[in-house]
């Protein structure tokens, strides 16, 4: 690899070793999302540098990453140029982002409001194309003890066992929980069983002394707290 100096520039590279030469020289904060996909790609093909091919793939996905992390190995390998062992380090790398940011949002140690209840749990259910149903566990200060995964359903619902809930509610000695499902749909609007369900969860709750404290319906970009608008 040629030695980076003062007597070439950028545009003197090769325009697949571009990318890392860039980062050396100027930081990560200075490449394009293109340029850090090339880097996990490692090149090319035939006809486009890695990062032509990068920029080729994100323009299909509107420039998003967050879609493009959404892809699944064969969606990614039908792009020319993108093998099995591509696509793997791509999903790979999006996925170590998507967990980063997860860890980042754990650190909330207190939930306040229903924005705290949500930073907390739209990393993890925000952009799935499945429902899930998650509770909060917290203690009488609404500090976080535990969260948990309580089902896993389809599209457009998921059953929940409310006994399942309460049970690891005792175990934990949390007295206060918040309950959250997703939206794959993207809509907000509560279902009827949606009302339902936290009517019944809330009831279960009154006799055994634990409060729910709120119940989220949570998309990618946004959140219905039941507690906001005063219908918990």
């Given at each position: 690899?040629?030695?980076?100096?003062?007597?070439?520039?950028?545009?003197e590279?090769?325009?697949n070793?571009?990318?890392?030469?860039?980062?050396i020289a100027k930081g990560?904060?200075a490449?394009t999302d293109?340029?850090l996909?090339?880097?996990?790609?490692?090149?090319g093909?035939?006809?486009?540098?890695a990062v032509a091919l990068s920029?080729r793939m994100?323009?299909s996905?509107?420039?998003s990453?967050?879609?493009?992390?959404?892809?699944?190995?064969?969606?990614?390998?039908?792009?020319k140029?993108?093998?099995?062992?591509?696509a793997?380090?791509?999903?790979?790398?999006?996925?170590?982002?998507?967990?980063r940011?997860?860890?980042?949002?754990q650190?909330?140690?207190?939930?306040?409001?229903?924005?705290?209840?949500?930073?907390?749990?739209?990393?993890i259910?925000g952009?799935?194309e499945?429902?899930?149903?998650w509770?909060?566990f917290?203690n009488n200060?609404n500090?976080v003890?535990?969260?948990?995964?309580?089902?896993?359903?389809?599209?457009t619902?998921?059953?929940?066992?409310v006994r399942?809930?309460?049970k690891a509610?005792?175990?934990?000695?949390?007295?206060t929980?918040v309950?959250a499902h997703n939206?794959?749909?993207?809509?907000?609007?509560?279902?009827?069983?949606?009302?339902?369900?936290?009517?019944?969860?809330?009831?279960?709750?009154?006799t055994?002394?634990i409060?729910l404290?709120d119940?989220?319906?949570?998309?990618e970009?946004?959140?219905?707290s039941?507690?906001d608008?005063?219908?918990?």
């Open positions: 690899m040629r030695e980076l100096n003062s007597s070439f520039s950028i545009k590279w090769n325009e070793d571009r990318p890392r030469e860039k980062l990560k904060s490449l293109a340029e996909l090339a880097i996990l790609i490692g090149s093909n035939k006809e486009e540098s920029r994100l323009a996905e509107n420039q990453i967050d879609a493009l992390g959404k892809l699944s190995l064969k969606q990614l390998m039908k792009y140029g993108i093998g099995e062992a591509k793997i380090a791509i999903i790979a790398g999006l996925e170590l982002g998507r967990r940011k997860n860890e980042d949002v650190r909330v140690s207190k939930i306040s409001c229903s924005k705290d209840a949500f930073d907390l749990l739209q990393p259910i952009d799935l499945h429902e899930e149903f509770v909060l917290l200060s500090k003890i535990q969260k948990k995964q309580i089902s896993i359903g389809g599209k619902g998921t059953l929940v066992d399942i809930i309460f509610s005792l175990e934990y000695g949390a007295t929980i309950i939206h794959p749909s993207g809509s907000l609007v509560p279902s009827k069983s949606d009302e339902i369900l936290t009517q019944k969860i809330k009831e279960a709750g009154l055994l002394d409060r404290l119940h989220l319906i949570i998309t970009k946004g959140y219905f039941f507690a608008q005063t219908i918990l």
